[in-house]
């Protein structure tokens, strides 16, 4: 049953996807120019170096355009003449594919200073270097952002640079206040980071605060900040997610750091275009496999299904995988090492950007002057699925105003709180209320910008025309809340009355999704003068082909919205109806006949038991087990009775001893008689190299020397017979045995005639 089972399940399984080539793309993303100074101080342990290092390659690789600069230095202080406080060792390099495969190499030239190269922690030169390097013949519109990495505080005391012993802190004090003025007047943020118990956040905040203000999107959290982390361990982290603030990136840790053999997972949101899962191997001789979240093994270059892939940094401590279009959910990375390289943990995290979009409603589409519209503004993926995440758009900035003729713009507060016209939090959907002014006549336009970190801006607007008093054309439409398969149809009703006087032509179409996902129907619909009609309006999902692999058995919630625009009335909108279905993949045999299936496993199992209960009841009818055997000599007396047992293939060997001075039966493995059961009556008695003799239950079987085997009489009937512990057998000339059966038999004993009679 269970081989059956399993042959059954793997015919039931789905087959795997062969790989599709991925349509050609250029997408451009927004690229940065970025310095990285790594603090080389004498202060360092190796472990802290490492970390540094580390830290540094994690943010380059990890960085998703191809368009961005980095350039990399260590820094420490110049304390004779024949010292340098800053040490370069990444020139800026461009992040394409090439750029990202030399980046380890140059970052692995930083190291810790000895104490006769410079011990102090120069911040003002630093923030020079980084200032010339990001100015210098690059383009201003282009973000400039400098990460400053410290286990220390500024200690230029040892510098002659900075004049008199007495007044060198001062004067460090005085230059780093010139650099900071210099940044910010360079457009340079500075992003400094400490780790470890020396540096002085009060001194980091200083530095962030004096660089340049405006980030990348105008939110707060994209505003230069410095921060602090215990130990170097957790460099590297916090290092990417500062990165991801500066450079308007999503930043995703995955699993906790483990051991190799190990599969870390790492979740990318529906909304990424482009993404980089970054992996801290610790060690080059660590090897990793990615599988999407569909279980494929994705290539590390090259296109697969609509995914594009480049790989940067494979044979070093830290490698990045950066793909184009990634499929949405939990990707796992597997670690493995060869032995005496599995001592040190694997991390993994993800940097990625992406697109949200949103579809805006006005309900009711053309509102009356003082009448109160309400506004929507669902948030969706840019293929037009809903987002099911709240963390996905964590940080989102929503603004919507109302235009129009006759009136000044008016803002509308739009809320996703549950509150007033929100009906649920939390659920992507932002809504709000406005009243249309009196002094209104003409046309309506509601627009919403979304802003949100790591995501391009959307602008959406909906347009509408201020209603008469009367329209001559009115209804509504309802679509029910469905899940569906695709392929499957979804039916609603339109409702429509033309009052007017002349005919109208109402024209339905579906808006805010990809093409190829949906179609509606009828797309026009005539209504004469004085009509009222009620008519179904079908909307089809597409081929399973158009959901592509983002379909699975979570489902995707389409985003869009069916319109009914009356084109005789200068397209005006009469109906807005959202969308309510949600698509999961057409179910499998199992799951469409799964009920089917049980029922034959019942079955099965109920012939089964059938089967192995005829089998057990013909096995016990053929159990010798109880018979009484009798030796009878040719005067025809019983002269040994002897008990059978549990036989070997349901027949008791057994053989004839002394059958000239004191006959008995002594149970033998392979003797030479064997006896069984016959489900009939009586027994089959077995002779080795002579074949089989039904002996009958008042018969006899002739087996030589004078003697003849003859049955004796159960006591008991067959159903007790299995739990006997005792109990006499009569004999055919009325003798009785007193000896147990069971310990006779198991035994190999036997009970002569003259040993009954005692």
């Known amino acids: 049953m269970l081989g059956g089972a399993a042959a059954l399940i793997s015919l039931l399984a789905p087959a795997a996807h062969d790989p599709v080539p991925a349509a050609a793309s250029k997408p451009a993303f927004t690229s940065v120019n970025y310095a990285v100074a790594v603090d080389e101080s004498a202060s360092l342990a190796p472990e802290d170096m490492n970390a540094e290092k580390a830290a540094a390659a994690r943010i380059a690789l990890g960085d998703v355009s191809s368009a961005s600069h980095v350039t990399v230095f260590g820094f420490a202080a110049a304390e004779s003449g024949d010292q340098r406080a800053v040490d370069p060792v990444c020139a800026r390099t461009t992040l394409d594919a090439a750029g990202r495969e030399s980046i380890g190499g140059c970052v692995g030239k930083l190291r810790g200073r000895k104490k006769s190269e410079g011990t102090g922690t120069d911040f003002p030169s630093a923030i020079r270097q980084g200032v010339h390097e990001l100015s210098s013949a690059t383009d201003p519109s282009v973000p400039r952002v400098l990460f400053l990495l410290t286990d220390g505080q500024m200690d230029v005391t040892g510098s002659p640079q900075y004049g008199d012993p007495a007044h060198r802190k001062d004067e460090g004090e005085r230059q780093l206040d010139l650099e900071l003025k210099n940044a910010r007047a360079q457009g340079v943020q500075i992003w400094p980071l400490g780790f470890g118990p020396d540096p002085d956040k009060e001194q980091l905040d200083r530095m962030a605060a004096g660089g340049y203000q405006k980030g990348c999107v105008e939110l707060p959290s994209a505003s230069p900040k410095a921060d602090k982390v215990s130990g170097a361990k957790d460099l590297g982290p916090k290092l990417e997610k500062i990165f991801a603030a500066a450079h308007c990136l999503r930043y995703e840790e995955g699993t906790s750091p483990k051991l190799p053999p190990a599969t870390l997972e790492v979740g990318i949101s529906p909304l990424a275009t482009v993404g980089s899962i970054v992996v801290d191997k610790s060690d080059p001789k660590v090897t990793i496999t990615y599988i999407d979240p569909n279980g494929h093994q994705v290539p590390t270059s090259g296109t697969y299904h609509k995914s594009h892939f480049e790989l940067a940094g494979a044979g070093d401590t830290v490698e990045a995988l950066k793909i184009v279009d990634p499929v949405p959910g939990r990707w796992r990375v597997k670690a493995e090492a060869p032995e005496g390289h599995r001592s040190l943990p694997v991390g993994v995290s993800v940097l990625w950007q992406g697109e949200l979009r949103g579809a805006i409603t006005m309900d009711p589409p053309s509102p009356q002057a003082g009448q109160k519209a309400t506004v929507t503004m669902r948030l969706q993926t840019r293929e037009g699925y809903q987002i099911k995440d709240p963390r996905d758009y964590a940080g989102l900035r929503v603004r919507s105003e109302l235009t129009g003729d006759g009136f000044a713009a008016l803002p509308v507060r739009l809320t996703d709180d549950g509150k007033g016209p929100d009906r649920t939090a939390s659920d992507g959907s932002f809504t709000g209320s406005v009243t249309i002014p009196r002094s209104a006549d003409g046309a309506l336009k509601v627009s919403g910008t979304l802003t949100a970190s790591g995501l391009s801006a959307d602008t959406r607007s909906e347009s509408g025309l201020v209603a008469p008093d009367v329209l001559p054309v009115t209804g509504s439409l309802r679509l029910p809340a469905a899940d569906a398969h695709p392929g499957d149809e979804v039916t609603g009703t339109l409702v429509v009355h033309n009052t007017g006087k002349a005919p109208h032509t109402l024209r339905l179409s579906v808006a805010d999704l990809q093409p190829g996902l949906v179609t509606v129907s009828p797309a026009e619909l005539e209504l004469k003068p004085g009509d009222s009609v009620t008519r179904p309006v079908t909307v089809r999902l597409g081929p399973a082909a158009a959901f592509g692999d983002r379909l699975d058995d979570d489902g995707l919630k389409l985003g869009g919205t069916v319109t009914a625009v009356d084109t005789t009335d200068h397209h005006r909108t009469l109906m807005r109806s959202p969308l309510s279905v949600t698509v999961t993949p057409e179910p499998g045999i199992w799951d469409a006949y799964w009920w089917a299936f049980l029922i034959g496993v019942a079955v099965i199992a109920a012939v089964v038991a059938v089967v192995l209960a005829w089998l057990r009841q013909r096995r016990s009818r053929r159990d010798p087990y109880g018979l009484v055997l009798q030796l009878v000599s040719e005067e025809g007396d019983v002269v040994a009775t002897h008990p059978a047992g549990h036989g070997h293939k349901q027949w008791y060997e057994f053989a004839v001893v002394e059958p000239l001075r004191s006959p008995r ?69 009325g003798t009785t045995s007193t000896t147990p059966p069971t310990a006779a038999a198991e035994d190999g004993g036997s009970t002569s005639a003259f040993e009954s009679y005692r």
């Open 665 to 733: 039966i002594e149970r033998r493995t392979h003797g030479r008689y064997a006896i069984q059961r016959n489900p009939e009556g009586g027994a089959w008695v077995r002779e080795r190299g002579a074949g089989r003799t039904r002996l009958k239950t008042d018969g006899t079987v002739p087996l030589g020397d004078g003697l003849s085997l003859s049955l004796g009489e159960e006591t008991r009937s067959p159903k007790s017979r299995r739990n006997r512990t005792g109990g006499g057998f009569r004999s055919r000339t």
